[in-house]
């Protein structure tokens, strides 16, 4: 399959094409919506690739104050992750640089904090070893002595060897994954990966995708690296936003897609691959000549990276709670339903939800809903999301459904291949007779049958095993240096 892997991720570097749905700007809440319109009229550039950014923004800075409780009593990271996709010149750095700028601001006041407290470390511990010598030194003496000491070895106990100065930015853009980990271990850390050079981040973001997915599904992160132990991160909160050329982003699918494809981690990522704006863009609210909403929310972000900044010095660990209300949790029950019955392998006709293979991303497109709700509901000074929030939100998650589509469906890309799923299916039902019950088939063998008899797909074959295998009705298990076969068994199963 990695030859077809490399192949498709290829073939989509050379045919890149934006997504054709529209964005849903209207569905974003107020104090985003007019910072959004506000900068890319004032910059012409395209608004839904300003809005990914702002909401980015927004993640960072909510995501180490609340989380967000559902129903059930569990509770969820309000950190979102962002993969935009998009062709030099769209203007992702000014996008990065325009809402990004009070993180930035922050990280150049922590560096300075960092090289201060470098330059006086070694005077500190210098300090720290020398009181401890001649505490027990003193304590020898009165030992010798014979003489009651308790109250100096009371002071010994007190004093505490000065903390390593540790830079704890909160922006991260080129780092490896034994860096990264450093960065984000021990308790509740709350950072951001993000850059406006997506090449950066994905020279070495297989090294730490495992660990990425599981702080976004839970926020603790506990990995083992050769020769450095365990390192666990409790609490973990990533925000993670990944502006990058397409090629790059195909060239990291062609290398390591299957790894990522495997472990679901593309769909923990709210996609997008904005198109230029046609024509000159304008305000329909009169926001051209006016930064006003851009402040807003530029000094709103400010005020969040304060509070945070209060509650670590202070040792504050505990975090606010986002909750729904009655009506947002039956809207949110409602597109869980709905997902589900886009993504059945087959309905009562026999026939393939329209949302089967991207299952992977359509079974988390409620709590990605739930997420964004939670984060403009806080971001807005509010600790219940109501219905008309989680609608908003379940409208722009529609969007990232169809821009998702546009980047990993087979059906999409190759819209026969449904057809030829189909043509598989019944030459394998036919094989199961012919051989009475055999369920296995090698893939030499398949592709004897594609050049000999009338199955005919041609360089479709894989394609139309990877749609197959995406709907379960086969497998392809690791052959662990035999040849590779599949296993049709479970078409088999369900026709029985």
């Known amino acids: 399959m990695l030859g077809f892997n490399r192949g498709f991720w290829h073939k989509k570097m050379e045919h890149f094409v934006p997504s054709e749905a529209e964005y849903p700007l209207d569905a974003q809440p107020r104090l985003i919506r007019e910072a959004v319109e506000c900068a890319c009229v004032r910059h012409q550039l395209s608004p839904t690739l300003y809005a990914s950014v702002a909401q980015a923004a927004a993640s960072l800075a909510v995501q180490g104050l609340a989380v967000l409780k559902l129903p059930d009593g569990s509770t969820v990271p309000l950190s979102t992750y962002f993969l935009v996709i998009a062709m030099s010149g769209m203007g992702k750095t000014r996008a990065f640089y325009t809402f990004f700028a009070p993180f930035l601001a922050s990280d150049r006041s922590i560096e300075e904090a960092y090289a201060k407290a470098v330059k006086e470390y070694p005077d500190k511990l210098s300090d720290y070893k020398k009181q401890r010598a001649d505490l027990n030194k003193l304590i020898g003496k009165a030992r010798a002595k014979g003489e009651p000491y308790d109250h100096l070895q009371t002071e010994l106990n007190k004093l505490k060897r000065p903390d390593e100065p540790r830079l704890q930015k909160r922006l991260m853009s080129d780092t490896t994954g034994a860096a990264f980990l450093q960065r984000m271990r021990g308790f509740f850390q709350s950072a951001g990966l993000a850059t406006d050079e997506g090449a950066k981040l994905f020279k070495y973001l297989y090294q730490f995708l495992a660990d990425l997915c599981q702080a976004w599904s839970h926020g603790l992160i506990d990995s083992h690296r050769a020769e450095a132990g365990v390192t666990s991160a409790i609490e973990a909160r990533i925000m993670t936003l ?52 851009l402040d807003a929310f530029l000094a709103r972000i400010t005020e969040l990276i304060a509070e945070h900044e209060r509650r670590a010095k202070a040792g504050i660990t505990e975090q606010d709670i986002v909750e729904l209300d009655a009506d947002a949790d039956d809207c949110l029950t409602q597109f869980i339903q709905e997902m589900k019955r886009r993504s059945v392998e087959r309905n009562a006709d026999g026939k393939a939800g329209d949302l089967m293979d991207v299952s992977e991303f359509s079974a988390k497109a409620p709590i990605h809903a739930a997420r964004m709700a939670a984060v403009f509901t806080y971001l807005c000074g509010d600790m219940k999301v109501t219905r008309d929030t989680m609608q908003r939100a379940i409208d722009i998650i529609r969007f990232h459904i169809d821009a998702y589509s546009d980047q990993f469906s087979l059906s999409k890309a190759i819209p026969r291949v449904v057809e030829d799923g189909l043509r598989l299916e019944t030459f394998f039902r036919r094989l199961y007779i012919e051989t009475k019950g055999n369920t296995k088939v090698s893939l030499d063998s398949l592709h004897h049958n594609n050049t000999t008899s009338n199955l005919k797909l041609d360089k479709y074959l894989l394609p139309a095993l990877i749609y197959m295998q995406r709907q379960g009705t086969i497998q392809m298990p690791p052959t662990n240096g035999g040849k590779p076969y599949v296993d049709f068994r479970p078409l088999i199963n369900m026709i029985n």
């Open 242 to 293: 990944i502006l990058s050329q397409p090629a790059v982003f195909y060239d990291f699918c062609a290398s390591h897609g299957s790894l990522a494809l495997g472990m679901g981690a593309w769909a923990r990522f709210l996609i997008c691959a904005p198109r230029r704006p046609s024509g000159r863009l304008t305000s329909g609210n009169g926001l051209d000549a006016t930064t006003a909403p």
